[in-house]
């Protein structure tokens, strides 16, 4: 037992402040801490002013000490496989290096006992640390029974927030679906009444192409009767005299104009029924397909 307190006397002297592991490397600032090199490196990399982390009195960062002494003693405790977390580590009082055990309610600090004697905090009142602990702690449990309600509070809040969320998601997906559906039934009445439209449009003129290609028929063949006809006459003016009125007394020709009337076939294709009146057309007949009771304006 005593050579267990003896131990973890000696070891907490050989213990960084800082990593709470033996010292490596050790060096002393002018204040008379000790640190590991590396730990006092890193803590002057965070800090603008370079300060010591148990007094926090500033020094150079050139001002660094090598401590033989500590580098052999932690070296030591190493080969004797001592740990340093087994041990509890105690906080001493920087002036007195006395263990720390009193807490100060007037200046709300840590004292050791030499401390709690001095004109400093003469007529203080002062609590063992433990008790003094406990006192805080009680004060804390409203706040702390305050704070995790409110924690309940904004998870269950949490909560619906993410079940709204995935309701609005979900009624957004169903809405899509439904908008989708029903542009795809317009789109098709919409192409079913095209097509409609234009089967009459093509039957209409099939009627009125077959009547005037007849009428045109008819035409040619006159035509062709009056060219034939032309043509005897120019080759019978071009005889001789004797000849041509031989012919002529002989024939009786005469050019009649009996039978020979003519006409075009005139378009009869209802063109105001296909331009701009149609849209109006389709639009009211697909809106008359909608039933009132379903039919809610939209406004983009």
């Not at 982390?53 to 090598?66: I, K, Y």
């Not at 020979?260 to 149609?278: G, Q, R, T």
């Amino acid at each position: 037992m005593a050579l267990g307190l003896q131990a973890e006397i000696w070891t907490e002297e050989i213990i960084c402040p800082v990593c709470l592991d033996f010292f490596t490397d050790p060096v002393s600032l002018g204040c008379g801490h000790n640190f590991c090199r590396s730990c006092v490196t890193r803590s002057c990399e965070k800090q603008e002013i370079n300060c010591c982390a148990v007094c926090q009195e500033t020094f150079p960062e050139t001002n660094l000490r090598a401590s033989w002494a500590l580098a052999s003693l932690a070296e030591k405790a190493r080969k004797l496989s001592l740990n340093p977390t087994q041990t509890e580590s105690k906080l001493h009082c920087d002036k007195h290096r006395e263990e720390l055990k009193l807490f100060c309610e007037s200046d709300k600090k840590l004292l050791c006992v030499v401390c709690s004697h001095g004109q400093e905090h003469r007529g203080h009142s002062f609590l063992p640390i433990e008790e003094a602990a406990d006192i805080f702690k009680d004060k804390l449990k409203s706040s702390l029974a305050s704070l995790t309600q409110r924690k309940e509070t904004a998870i269950e809040a949490e909560a619906k927030q993410k079940e709204k969320i995935s309701q609005l998601k979900e009624q957004v997906n169903s809405l899509q679906t439904h908008v989708t559906g029903e542009f795809a039934k317009m789109h098709q009445s919409l192409t079913d009444r095209e097509q409609r439209v234009m089967g009459d449009l093509r039957q209409r003129e099939e009627e009125i192409l077959k009547r005037m290609e007849a009428n045109l028929r008819e035409i040619q063949c006159k035509l062709n009767s009056v060219e034939q006809q032309l043509s005897e006459l120019q080759t019978q003016m071009g005889k001789d005299a004797p000849t041509f009125l031989q012919e002529e007394a002989a024939g009786n020709r005469r050019v009649s104009d009996e039978g020979f009337d003519l006409s075009v076939c005139e378009a009869e294709l209802p063109v105001a029924k296909y331009k701009w009146p149609l849209k109006n057309t389709v639009w009211r007949q697909i809106i008359d397909n909608i039933s009132p009771s379903k039919y809610i304006p939209f406004s983009p």
